[in-house]
């Protein structure tokens, strides 16, 4: 079976690291190509890095969007930009995983 490509997109939802932390450890499934920092996350990040996010590497949101290899994202921002960031990933033709609208 071939890997699924996949980025996270945002690391400010509460149960972001979680996520992102569960992706990374189904590597029999998932490849995963990254995550990047959404807007008014940076903060959290820099508190966050050390633990989940020093085991992959940070993209730009524009890196993931225009990767043609990627097959799908899971968005973890805050809820109020979530569904910005989602149908930011759809309309570039990527499979969404997100929490809530």
């Not at 499934?29 to 996010?53: D, L, P």
């Not at 225009?66 to 569904?83: F, R, Y």
């Amino acid at each position: 079976m071939r890997k699924v490509k996949i980025a996270q997109i945002g690391i400010g939802h509460d149960h972001a690291p979680e996520i992102f932390d569960s992706i990374l450890a189904q590597d029999d499934i998932f490849e995963v190509k990254g995550f990047c920092v959404c807007e008014g996350e940076e903060a959290q990040y820099e508190a966050q890095k050390e633990k989940v996010y020093a085991k992959s590497i940070r993209l730009s949101l524009e890196e993931i969007l225009n990767d043609p290899q990627l097959d799908a994202v899971t968005v973890e921002c805050q809820e109020i930009i979530l569904t910005k960031y989602a149908q930011m990933a759809i309309d570039h033709g990527l499979h969404v995983h997100m929490d809530k609208p």
